[in-house]
Each structure stands twice: as C-alpha cells, then as structure tokens.
C-alpha cells in the first residue's frame, strides 16, 4: 500500500470507498468519498488495490473520482447472482479466495473494481456464505435454511412492530380498531407482554410496540387491552397467568352428561347400609350449590350418635378417567367475590356428586358414638346411602342455637372437642372472615363473618373430627393416605383461646407451614395425632384421593400404594399453590376497589411493628395490612391503636397508602 492508493473500508454496515493521505507504521489517514478524513487501522480494510489518484488534482476532484469509483462498483453488483454460485459450490465446503471467487463472478479479464463488487455483494448477502476480508465460506443447505427462517421472522417481526404501532396510535385517538383476524398476533403478543413482562417470549417485540405507539411498556399496557376489548375492566389476569380455565373440555362435559343420564341401585352389592332414615341436615354458606358433607345427631338416651356423611365422589369418578385427570390437572374448586370455579364440570359439581335435599346419594359415613359428657366412645366408618331432609345455612342454625335440641347437642359435641384439642396443645386462631362479594353490575358488599358464630364453629370442629377419625381409620388398615402433618409453632403468643385480635394476627406469622406426606404425622395446629381432609372431595383432589383410600378398604377399588399418594401430592401441589394465589389475590383486588371509592374515610388501625423507614399496620376492618410512613416525631409501639385517612388506592396495582390522622 502506498499513499494515493484506493481502498475501502467498512463503517455502520456500509463499505466506503477512499484513498490513502498517509501511513505511519500500520495507522492510515483517508480521505473518503463523503469527503471526509479518517484514522484507522490498516487492518480494517475491506479491500485494497493498486489503483492510484493523483492527490495533486486537488481534494475536490479526488472526492469526485472516489464517488465515480464506488458508483461504478456499485452498478457491478448487478452481474452477480450470489445464489446460483452457493448451488454449484455448496458441496465443496472449502474456503475460496477473493480471486477465485472474482473469477467465477466475472470470467473475462476481472479486475479491481470486479474485486470490490465481489467483496461488496458478499457483505450485503451473507445468507449463502461466510464472508471473512477476502475469502468465502458456503454454508450448508440446512445453515441456509434456517438462516431464511431467521429473516422471514426478523422481517415478520419488523412489520408486527410497524403494523402494531400505528393500530395502537389510531385506538389511542379513540379510533378504536376492530379486532380482526389479522390482528389476533398482535393482541396476543401484548397480552403475553402484560402478562408475564420479561418472561414472555414476545417481550421484547411487545416493548417495541409500544414505545413506537408512545405508550410506556410500564403503565399503559392493560388500559389499550381494555379499550381494544381483550380484557375486561376487572379482567381477572391471574387465571391468565397460572392458566386457569372457567370452562371445561367438551369431551369432559360431555362424560359428565354420560353420567348424570346413568341410573344405578345403590345397594346392588350389599356393601352400602342404608342410611336414608336419618334426619340429615346440611350446614353451608346461603349461596353453596356444592354440598359434600352433612350431619345427622342420634340421641339414644345414655349416649349420643354423630354422622358425619361424607358423599362418595370415588362411585362416579372412577380413577384415571377423563373426569378424573381434568379434576387433577385443577386440583379445586376455586372460590373468588365475583366467580366460582368449580373443580369438577356443574353438572356433578352441583347435581349428581351434591348432597342435595331428597336425592339419593352414595356416601362414606362416620358414625360416632359420645358419653353424654360428649367424649368420643367409638366410632365406624361404613359406606352407606343417604338422603338428606334439611338443607340449612349458617344463618338458619344461629338463629335455632339456643333453642333447637339437635343443634345444641351438636354445638356441645364440637365445644367439647375443640377443648380436648387445645389441651393437646392445638394452637387456636380467632379472626374473622372478610367476605367480598361481587354481584353482576360489579356492585361490591364487604361485611365481617364471625367464624365462632354457632354454625360455622360447629361444622369446623365436626369436619375436623371426622378428618381425624378417618386418618386414624387409615392408619389402622396400614394404607398411604395424604397426611397432613404441622410441626409446632416458633413461640405461642397466648393460652387457649384468650388472645386479643393483635396476637392472633401475629401469632398467624409464627405458625409453621404444613406437609403433605403418605406417612402419618403429628399436626401441632390442631392438636391432633394424625390428620387427613376427606369432608370436601366436591372441591379439593386431596380429599377425593385420600376418600379414595377409604374405599379400597370396603373393596370398591385397589388401593394407592405409598408411591403412588407421593405421586400425588407432587402433581397437585403445583395447582392447589396457584388457586391459593388466585383466591387471595382476586379477594385483595376486589377488597381494594371497594376501598378506591373511600379515599378520605378513616379507618381504626393497629400497629403491627415496625420497619426501617415506616411501620406496618393492620387496619382490621378489612383485615389488611399496609405501611404507614413514619411521622416526625411520633414513636409507635406495637399493638398501639391508631386511626389513619385512606390516601391512595389501586386495585390492579395493588396499592394502598395511608397517612396518621
């Protein structure tokens, strides 16, 4: 290389053309044909020849001579049809030199300038080959192929982001577009966005899309989906996430429909006794269309007789079907203000499996005789029929508390068991229940439910007392169950039932999470030796599986081996985490927009302890937890009782911010 020699360079993906003014050592300064000088490497030449320009005609003319150089360059490109050259020399696999390849490309007589067009063609198509300076690659048929796939999709993505944009600016205008088919990649790349943020595969391309249409990926997203249609006002985004589905698989209500059509004696076989003279009464919420368990109370002078039936779910849903494998795959019922899912389609859910009045129904019942000190004799576990008489509510039994016979006797029975409980150490939490409900036009009611009113108490400590009784029944028959098991709590805050609504919120954060195991366990909570749950098999997996158990016993079915339950509980653990989720986070949303229009109100607050640079408190009204800015100058202790202003609230970003006063 000599000064006034022609070279080219590559600069932000374009090869300029230029001529050299000066070398020291491996340093070049140029002059280009954008008329402007350069310091570079002599390595970062794309291509250098022997044509040389008189730098003495002047800078203007020498500028004029490159763009006239590179122009003629340029137009060479025209004669080279890089395709047909990978066809005849994929197979090869070998690197060809620049001059072979300026031969092939130009047969007669090639020269600088061919070279050029050579290098330049090759740097502008690299599809077919690997282009390194001065030599050339063919990539394989497969490396071909997949680098076509890679600009269809670059090119696909390109359009979706430039297509996107101006669809999202127009809705923005109040334009709003319709939804059309062509459009369902775009919606559904800005839903994946929303949704999973930078876990969705369409992340970027999403974020593209919106900073182009001038909306922030942070803010904006979910408020364009509601006015584009795709989400509701109060969309429920968690059933998005954890990918819950409020409707079932036509070939599932379709086997649900098989069944309920189906008609069977239920004492055929002779295992069943008949049940259907007792006078049993089911306890629910007023709007409970799924009962699984009911109650029938014996009083036979020196002793009483508890049934606590259970409806045999395992008779129609046989293990391993259809049904079977979807109610698994949902592992229960989820229960949220504004809607239920059920665990298994309505028609068995609220028909065929449901405890309704005066329907025949299979069941497990545990009968349980007690002294009339209400001290647990003996019990059995019998499969049975069973018809129920009374459907009541818990309003309709705390109404009769203190004058119906029956249900006095059975409130006795459960005082009387939970006692025994907490003298085994059973860890007893009273709080009440915040109940959201949600009616159609998105009205909102919030009102507390005592938890130790005599109805709910009642049939809280019955179903624990069946629940145990049927763990210790499995126990005794050596079968694998999924136990339910609690080690003992970090530090107990209070005896008995005698803490004040601070300690039982606190001491709710030092109670020890649960196990699931085939094997029997203690449950500290409870006081209890072993436990299972079995009473809901309607809404919960476990339950159904464990009542799956029970039945192996009276030969209705092969039982599960330890394995097996242990199979169990590993797959359902995954979706009874995402309906725990589900259920508190469409409870706090709902809770929240209830409190968005009180903004102002003052609310009585306790204080829970406190923070780095704020407390947290509880506001029990509401049973929730948020911070309090600290105050100049004002120090709060813990349990201290306060009133705060509700500040800011938002629903959909779960916030809420209080200030003192």
Same mark, same amino acid.
């Given at each position: 290389?000599?000064?006034?020699?022609?070279?080219?360079?590559?600069?932000?993906?374009?090869?300029?053309?230029?001529?050299?003014?000066?070398?020291?050592?491996?340093?070049?300064?140029?002059?280009?044909?954008?008329?402007?000088?350069?310091?570079?490497?002599?390595?970062?030449?794309?291509?250098?020849?022997?044509?040389?320009?008189?730098?003495?005609?002047?800078?203007?003319?020498?500028?004029?001579?490159?763009?006239?150089?590179?122009?003629?360059?340029?137009?060479?490109?025209?004669?080279?049809?890089?395709?047909?050259?990978?066809?005849?020399?994929?197979?090869?696999?070998?690197?060809?030199?620049?001059?072979?390849?300026?031969?092939?490309?130009?047969?007669?007589?090639?020269?600088?300038?061919?070279?050029?067009?050579?290098?330049?063609?090759?740097?502008?198509?690299?599809?077919?080959?690997?282009?390194?300076?001065?030599?050339?690659?063919?990539?394989?048929?497969?490396?071909?192929?997949?680098?076509?796939?890679?600009?269809?999709?670059?090119?696909?993505?390109?359009?979706?982001?430039?297509?996107?944009?101006?669809?999202?600016?127009?809705?923005?205008?109040?334009?709003?577009?319709?939804?059309?088919?062509?459009?369902?990649?775009?919606?559904?790349?800005?839903?994946?966005?929303?949704?999973?943020?930078?876990?969705?595969?369409?992340?970027?391309?999403?974020?593209?899309?919106?900073?182009?249409?001038?909306?922030?990926?942070?803010?904006?997203?979910?408020?364009?989906?509601?006015?584009?249609?795709?989400?509701?006002?109060?969309?429920?985004?968690?059933?998005?996430?954890?990918?819950?589905?409020?409707?079932?698989?036509?070939? @599932? /209500? $379709?086997?649900?429909?098989? #069944? %309920?059509?189906?008609?069977?004696?239920?004492? *055929? &076989?002779?295992?069943?006794?008949?049940?259907?003279?007792?006078?049993?009464?089911?306890?629910?919420?007023?709007?409970?269309?799924?009962?699984?368990?009911?109650?029938?109370?014996?009083?036979?002078?020196?002793?009483?007789?508890?049934?606590?039936?259970?409806?045999?779910?395992?008779?129609?849903?046989?293990?391993?079907?259809?049904?079977?494998?979807?109610?698994?795959?949902?592992?229960?019922?989820?229960?949220?203000?504004?809607?239920?899912?059920?665990?298994?389609?309505?028609?068995?859910?609220?028909?065929?499996?449901?405890?309704?009045?005066?329907?025949?129904?299979?069941?497990?019942?545990?009968?349980?005789?007690?002294?009339?000190?209400?001290?647990?004799?003996?019990?059995?576990?019998?499969?049975? @029929? /069973? $018809?129920?008489?009374?459907? #009541? %509510?818990?309003?309709?039994?705390?109404?009769? *508390? &203190?004058?119906?016979?029956?249900?006095?006797?059975?409130?006795?029975?459960?005082?009387?068991?939970?006692?025994?409980?907490?003298?085994?150490?059973?860890?007893?939490?009273?709080?009440?229940?915040?109940?959201?409900?949600?009616?159609?036009?998105?009205?909102?009611?919030?009102?507390?439910?005592?938890?130790?009113?005599?109805?709910?108490?009642?049939?809280?400590?019955?179903?624990?007392?069946?629940?145990?009784?049927?763990?210790?029944?499995?126990?005794?028959?050596?079968?694998?169950?999924?136990?339910?098991?609690?080690?003992?709590?970090?530090?107990?805050?209070?005896?008995?039932?005698?803490?004040?609504?601070?300690?039982?919120?606190?001491?709710?954060?030092?109670?020890?999470?649960?196990?699931?195991?085939?094997?029997?366990?203690?449950?500290?909570?409870?006081?209890?030796?072993?436990?299972?749950? *079995?009473?809901?098999?309607?809404?919960?997996?476990?339950?159904?599986?464990?009542?799956?158990?029970?039945?192996?016993?009276?030969?209705?079915?092969?039982?599960?081996?330890?394995?097996?339950?242990?199979?169990?509980?590993?797959?359902?653990?995954?979706?009874?985490?995402?309906?725990?989720?589900?259920?508190?986070?469409?409870?706090?949303?709902?809770?929240?927009?209830?409190?968005?229009?009180?903004?102002?109100?003052?609310?009585?607050?306790?204080?829970?302890?406190?923070?780095?640079?704020?407390?947290?408190?509880?506001?029990?009204?509401?049973?929730?937890?948020?911070?309090?800015?600290?105050?100049?100058?004002?120090?709060?202790?813990?349990?201290?009782?306060?009133?705060?202003?509700?500040?800011?609230?938002?629903?959909?970003?779960?916030?809420?911010?209080?200030?003192?006063?």
């Amino acid at each position: 290389m000599k000064i006034g020699h022609v070279v080219e360079y590559i600069d932000r993906q374009k090869i300029i053309c230029a001529v050299i003014l000066e070398i020291k050592q491996q340093r070049l300064r140029l002059l280009t044909e954008n008329n402007r000088e350069v310091n570079l490497s002599a390595s970062r030449l794309s291509h250098k020849c022997e044509v040389h320009l008189d730098l003495s005609m002047g800078r203007d003319k020498v500028v004029s001579t490159l763009r006239e150089i590179a122009r003629k360059r340029k137009k060479l490109i025209d004669d080279i049809n890089i395709k047909e050259l990978w066809e005849v020399l994929n197979t090869e696999q070998e690197w060809i030199d620049l001059g072979t390849m300026t031969e092939f490309c130009f047969p007669e007589n090639p020269d600088y300038d061919n070279e050029s067009a050579v290098v330049r063609a090759f740097f502008a198509n690299r599809l077919y080959f690997k282009f390194n300076h001065d030599r050339f690659f063919p990539h394989t048929e497969s490396q071909v192929e997949s680098k076509i796939a890679l600009e269809k999709e670059i090119a696909r993505r390109d359009r979706l982001i430039d297509e996107g944009s101006d669809w999202l600016t127009e809705a923005l205008k109040g334009n709003t577009p319709n939804l059309s088919e062509n459009r369902l990649d775009i919606i559904n790349i800005l839903k994946s966005f929303y949704l999973f943020q930078t876990e969705s595969e369409h992340y970027e391309i999403g974020k593209k899309i919106l900073t182009k249409a001038g909306i922030n990926p942070e803010e904006g997203v979910f408020k364009i989906l509601v006015k584009l249609g795709v989400f509701a006002e109060n969309e429920n985004t968690d059933l998005l996430q954890f990918g819950m589905s409020s409707s079932f698989p036509e070939e @599932v /209500i $379709k086997h649900s429909k098989e #069944l %309920t059509g189906s008609h069977q004696d239920l004492l *055929a &076989d002779g295992k069943r006794k008949d049940f259907t003279m007792l006078p049993l009464m089911t306890i629910d919420g007023q709007l409970t269309l799924d009962y699984d368990d009911a109650i029938s109370i014996e009083d036979f002078g020196d002793y009483f007789r508890l049934g606590v039936h259970i409806v045999d779910v395992g008779h129609f849903i046989k293990k391993g079907d259809i049904l079977d494998l979807e109610a698994m795959a949902r592992g229960s019922s989820i229960y949220m203000p504004d809607q239920k899912i059920p665990m298994l389609p309505p028609f068995l859910a609220e028909g065929l499996c449901s405890l309704k009045a005066g329907e025949l129904r299979p069941a497990i019942s545990i009968m349980i005789n007690l002294r009339r000190s209400y001290d647990i004799i003996d019990y059995k576990i019998i499969p049975s @029929v /069973i $018809k129920v008489a009374h459907q #009541l %509510t818990y309003y309709d039994v705390n109404m009769t *508390a &203190d004058d119906n016979k029956d249900i006095i006797i059975l409130r006795n029975i459960a005082e009387q068991f939970r006692q025994d409980r907490m003298a085994a150490g059973a860890v007893q939490i009273t709080l009440p229940d915040i109940n959201v409900w949600v009616n159609g036009d998105s009205d909102i009611t919030v009102n507390r439910i005592n938890r130790e009113s005599p109805g709910r108490m009642l049939v809280s400590e019955i179903m624990i007392m069946a629940n145990w009784l049927m763990a210790k029944f499995l126990i005794e028959n050596d079968l694998p169950a999924i136990y339910r098991s609690q080690t003992a709590p970090r530090e107990r805050l209070y005896r008995r039932n005698e803490g004040t609504l601070f300690q039982n919120w606190m001491q709710r954060r030092l109670i020890s999470r649960f196990a699931l195991s085939s094997e029997p366990e203690p449950h500290s909570g409870l006081g209890l030796n072993a436990y299972v749950t *079995a009473t809901s098999p309607i809404r919960k997996y476990f339950d159904l599986a464990t009542q799956r158990q029970i039945r192996a016993v009276f030969g209705f079915e092969a039982p599960a081996s330890a394995k097996e339950m242990d199979y169990i509980i590993q797959l359902v653990e995954q979706p009874m985490s995402c309906v725990t989720k589900i259920q508190y986070n469409r409870h706090k949303y709902w809770l929240l927009r209830y409190l968005e229009k009180r903004i102002g109100q003052k609310e009585e607050a306790v204080v829970l302890y406190k923070k780095r640079n704020n407390y947290q408190i509880l506001i029990p009204e509401y049973l929730l937890e948020c911070d309090l800015s600290l105050s100049g100058g004002i120090d709060l202790k813990p349990e201290d009782l306060i009133q705060v202003t509700l500040q800011h609230v938002n629903a959909r970003k779960d916030v809420i911010s209080v200030f003192l006063g």
